[in-house]
């Protein structure tokens, strides 16, 4: 009977593939695609600045090298640019739940997270998946008080796609926290340097370029179902030039600077409403028992307040907080309900605007768009995981 549960997960990991692999992903795929092929002519690290000239490049130098990779390697058996692109994903959609049975040695941990990961992976291509297997462990890593190593893996995540640098401020407090003052020069050194190191390879010019550009979005918000979605329709209500929806379906975001100055005054309040959250969320882990429950429902809860209260998100950037919640969920810190909720929000909000692939028509919609629903869902949602945190930190030891 031992040996029916591994089968059983690595039969429906072969549908999934055989399944998905072929999906058209995004309209930025086929970018990602663009960037690559774009590299060939210089190499990945004299072409990353070249691209970076070349395009609005928004993309860390890891994350752009293993597309070029990857349609390289593709290109040796011939296969086509699509399936060459998501090899990476493939991989990594592999090993993150591998990863996830040997931390717990629980066959539905590895069995839900294939499951929770292939709409972005293998079904719409987003490369957060890449350093799904990195994130996992930077949090095993950390909850075992490894933080040398936890710092290094979370760096390598951070190369290949921005997000998960949100963890840094409570990965370094943690380390502050559980180590003595004068061995903490030695537990962050391995980080410093191998940032260091890609900051060379790739020339740090060039990539602090691209974090900037990154980090500069004008967008109230880029289909995250957030705070600042809720606020668009509230906007499209007043007639503040929020969204607007086009015959077809389309939607048009909502900018700034905006004619209507009460759109930019509310792009700046929450911006800085995210900057008090994400300190409170902090401090509140600071002052709290140094215990693995407390670093890892405040993770979830940093990460969701950048989604929830921050501008220029999308909608995949849900993603970092979908695995905090897991890593949270799996040491039964998080409750059941509040990570169903957490992962079913993720999971609907790119399939929301994308479909498997080929769309969403809002044209057909009812009364109430389901978007705005769901941002609802959202704020609430961060609620539980906020008042989790504070139950948890606020605990007499």
């Known amino acids: 009977m031992t040996i029916l549960r591994p ?15 072929n999906a058209p992903g995004t309209f930025d795929d086929y970018a990602f695609i663009t960037w690559a092929k774009f590299l060939n002519p210089h190499g990945p690290l004299a072409g990353y600045t070249q691209l970076s000239h070349a395009t609005d490049l928004d993309y860390p130098p890891l994350g752009v090298t293993i597309m070029w990779a990857a349609l390289k390697l593709g290109h040796l058996f011939q296969w086509p640019d699509l399936q060459s692109f998501k090899l990476p994903l493939i991989l990594t959609s592999l090993a993150a739940p591998a990863l996830a049975y040997t931390h717990t040695r629980a066959e539905k941990d590895a069995l839900l997270l294939l499951l929770l990961i ?44 921005w997000q998960p640098i949100i963890f840094a401020p409570i990965f370094l407090l943690a380390a502050y926290r559980h180590t003595a003052p004068k061995n903490l020069a030695q537990v962050t050194l391995p980080t410093i340097l191998f940032a260091a190191a890609i900051l060379l390879l790739y020339n740090p010019a060039t990539v602090i370029h691209v974090f900037l550009t990154a980090t500069s979005d004008n967008e109230f918000s880029a ?5 600042a979605w809720a606020l668009s329709f509230i906007f499209e209500l007043c007639h503040l030039q929020g969204l607007t929806f086009q015959p077809n379906g389309t939607i048009t975001l909502l900018t700034t600077p905006s ?41 979830t809860a ?6 929830t209260f921050n501008t220029g998100v999308h909608e995949n950037h849900f993603f970092v907080t979908l695995i905090a919640a897991f890593t949270a969920w799996q040491s ?16 609907l909000n790119p399939l929301f605007f994308y479909g498997f692939g080929d769309g969403f028509n809002f044209a057909n919609l009812a009364l109430i768009d389901p978007t705005f629903l769901l941002a609802l869902a959202e704020l609430l949602t961060y609620a539980l995981i906020a008042r989790q945190q504070f139950q948890t930190c ?4």
């Open 7 to 21: 089968l059983i997960i690595a039969l429906i990991a072969a549908a999934l593939l055989i399944a998905f692999t």
């Open 118 to 161: 292939t709409p972005f992976g293998l079904i719409l291509g987003y490369t957060d998946v890449t350093y799904l297997p990195f994130l996992l462990a930077a949090f095993y890593l950390a909850a075992r008080e490894i933080f040398w190593a936890a710092g290094l893996s979370l760096a390598l995540c951070a190369f290949i796609k």
């Open 223 to 227: 289909q995250g179902v957030n705070l």
């Open 259 to 299: 004619p209507a100055a009460a759109v930019n005054i509310a792009m700046t309040t929450l911006r800085y409403l995210f900057y008090a959250i994400f300190l409170a969320h902090l401090t509140l882990y600071a002052i709290g028992p140094k215990t693995k429950s407390a670093f890892l429902i405040s993770a």
């Open 302 to 307: 940093c990460a969701c307040a950048q989604f």
């Open 332 to 347: 039964k810190t998080l409750d059941n309900f509040t990570f169903a909720a957490t992962a079913t929000i993720a999971l």
């Open 394 to 397: 606020a605990a007499k030891p």
